[in-house]
């Protein structure tokens, strides 16, 4: 696994392009669009925004997506720079600045391995889904570590292990659906097709083992890394910051139909976390 290969899918399958009908001409209906199903699906993204001061602070964000969430920091008071591996994601958020005419300091095109800014940039660092789709945690992790000031902090969302999505939805049901739809010879159509010819390729056995499983379970079946996380793993991989404060939020379970429904402070799948550099 490595980072070219990150690169390539998320090049060719921008962040929620899909869930509504993708980018054609007009880039304001899009982004209107994309942002109506984003915060209705994710509404506890705006609030846990909110919950920070980015008031004046220098905020460098990692992985912009469509820029939704670099939009909302931005109007909260945010002094906003943007880097994203991806120049799909590059263009669509400077697009979306652009348009809406939003003030920001820059947008560049590069990796959070070797990430193009001088020591002690930022107040603050925000990653909502990306981190954990790093390989190289550990190197990331050091330049994070350089990029951001004594005082600063870094909030980041990652994939929740303790979630109902990972412990029923993907460690059993979707697992034994693959296995049943196999032994069936029932290859369906979309992303269960894609699942099937996987397991084909790969073997059933190989591409149900969860340490190769949950990389095709979280963004669709074509990922090629992912990985979740509780608050000791967040320790263990980020040792140049202290954890202090995590929280989940988004009840969310595929295919199970409980999206949005009670309990994801308790068993949800966006697990958010402030970290202080030590």
């Known amino acids: 696994m490595n980072e070219a290969q990150v690169a390539d899918f998320w090049e060719t399958h921008p962040c929620g392009d899909h869930q509504v009908g993708g980018l054609k001409d007009d880039y304001l209906d899009f982004f209107d669009r994309y942002d109506a199903?984003?915060?209705a699906k994710e509404g506890h993204i705006l609030g846990c925004l909110d919950a920070i001061d980015w008031r004046g602070k220098k905020v460098l964000e990692i992985g912009l997506g469509?820029?939704?969430?670099?939009?909302?920091?931005i109007r909260r008071g945010g002094e906003?720079?943007?880097?994203?591996?991806?120049?799909?994601?590059v263009d669509r958020t400077r697009t979306r600045l652009?348009?809406?005419g939003l003030p920001f300091d820059e947008i560049r095109q590069g990796s959070i391995l070797d990430a193009p800014y001088p020591d002690d940039s930022f107040d603050i660092i925000f990653s909502h889904g990306v981190l954990h789709h790093v390989p190289d945690i550990a190197t990331a992790e050091k330049e994070l570590r350089r990029l951001i000031r004594d005082d600063g902090e870094l909030v980041?969302?990652?994939?929740a292990k303790w979630s109902l999505n990972y412990l029923l939805a993907i460690a059993?049901?979707?697992r034994l659906g693959l296995a049943a739809m196999m032994t069936m010879g029932m290859r369906g159509s979309g992303i269960y097709a894609e699942h099937y010819d996987n397991a084909k390729q790969a073997g059933l056995g190989e591409y149900l083992k969860m340490s190769n499983f949950i990389h095709r379970s979280t963004?669709?079946?074509g990922?090629?890394?992912s990985k979740v996380y509780d608050r000791a793993e967040l320790e263990k991989d980020f040792p140049h910051f202290r954890v202090t404060r995590t929280y989940k939020r988004f009840m969310y379970a595929p295919p199970l139909p409980v999206t949005n429904w009670p309990g994801g402070r308790l068993m949800g799948w966006h697990l958010w976390a402030h970290l202080k550099p030590r």
């Open 37 to 39: 199903f984003r915060y």
């Open 98 to 100: 652009g348009l809406r």
């Open 219 to 221: 963004d669709g079946a």
């Open 80 to 89: 906003w720079s943007g880097l994203d591996l991806t120049n799909e994601a």
């Open 156 to 159: 980041v969302m990652m994939y």
């Open 223 to 225: 990922n090629p890394y």
């Open 172 to 174: 059993v049901l979707r």
């Open 66 to 73: 469509q820029g939704a969430d670099s939009e909302q920091i």
